[in-house]
């Protein structure tokens, strides 16, 4: 297993990153255990999750994941492992979380953060990531910006005070983003370093053969800021492995059980292109996902990839795949065919 640095914090966080947003929904207690010790044996010590976990989002879970990790982690050696963890915002209107107050103002980042540390059996958190902007931005599948839509928001100097309090009182080391863009990461680090306030270390964005907007403009920012991408979805809510061709919805899976789930998939060319990229990994005797996977640890721009898993056997595939090297015939061919379906899913 590598390990990359990210951003300009002392974390040094493996490339693969264990997603956690199924426990306490699609896997037990027990489940979730067992993927987490497997996980740490082969050399991850990087654990994502949120307050809002697991997914679908429900009052009645809300909270559970972070429940199922501390149980966990209460019982290993806390130093060796970076816990990263999220406050809900706005953009997503949780009327069951905080009585729906969650805007990302001071009251609520000490209470989120306040509420995590508890569930998650620890005294600090390595990285504490906004996991929707406070502000208007468009959402999964949306791509364009519509002033129309913008809201009262907290100013990111507030929220960056706010975040320096939990800094400096030891319950958070280091701070991140999630879902943002081009002008939002700037921004957070315009102002950190006019008001002398932390500047966040990373970004964590979908990223996947279906959809590689960070390529353009968000690239040219982390290059520029020295902000990592953290990358999720990077099998496309399962579509790059290649079980949903022809429209199959097979038994279990997350489209067949959340129907409305992945709707940011359902686009002309999704099938396409992941028809052609599955092609491709039959051509080089790769399996898709392990394919699809290997292409974004690949991009100089992503400090860790965010596998998740419903299965031991599905982690273990997906684990697996940080042997395996694209050659630059493979990732020709995976440009001609971005070329021909450009992010049908961003």
Not at 23 to 45: E, F, M, P, V
């Amino acid at each position: 297993m590598k390990y990359n640095q990210l951003g300009e914090s002392d974390l040094r966080v493996s490339e693969i990153c264990l997603g956690t947003m199924t426990y306490g929904h699609q896997n037990t207690i027990a489940q979730a255990h067992q993927q987490l010790d497997y996980a740490i044996a082969q050399g991850i010590n990087f654990i994502d999750t949120a307050e809002m976990y697991p997914v679908p989002p429900r009052g009645e879970t809300q909270g559970r994941t972070e429940a199922y990790i501390g149980e966990w982690l209460k019982k290993q050696q806390r130093d060796k492992l970076i816990i990263a963890t999220k406050i809900a915002g706005p953009g997503r209107p949780f009327k069951w979380l905080r009585g729906g107050h969650i805007k990302i103002d001071r009251d609520n980042i000490k209470q989120a953060v306040d509420d995590s540390l508890k569930r998650l059996q620890t005294d600090y958190i390595d990285l504490y990531q906004i996991h929707w902007p406070d502000r208007y931005v468009p959402t999964f599948g949306q791509t364009e910006y519509n002033p129309q839509f913008e809201r009262e928001t907290v100013s990111i100097a507030e929220q960056l005070e706010a975040f320096a309090d939990v800094i400096k009182a030891g319950k958070i080391r280091y701070l991140g983003l999630s879902n943002e863009t081009p002008w939002g990461v700037s921004e957070f680090i315009r102002i950190a370093q006019q008001l002398g306030l932390p500047k966040v270390v990373s970004i964590q964005n979908a990223y996947n053969l279906l959809n590689r907007v960070f390529d353009s403009a968000l690239a040219e920012v982390s290059r520029y800021t020295n902000i990592g991408l953290l990358a999720y979805s990077p099998l496309g809510f399962g579509f790059l492995t290649g079980k949903y061709i022809g429209d199959q919805k097979p038994e279990n899976t997350r489209i067949a059980l959340f129907p409305g789930f992945g709707q940011r998939y359902f686009k002309p060319n999704v099938n396409e292109a992941v028809a052609a990229y599955v092609e491709i990994a039959k051509k080089y005797n790769l399996k898709p996902a392990q394919l699809a996977l290997a292409f974004v640890r690949s991009r100089w721009f992503v400090s860790s990839t965010i596998i998740g898993a419903t299965s031991l056997e599905q982690l273990q595939e997906n684990i697996a795949s940080v042997n395996i090297v694209l050659e630059q015939d493979i990732l020709a061919e995976i440009d001609t065919v971005h070329t021909r379906y450009p992010n049908p899913a961003p």
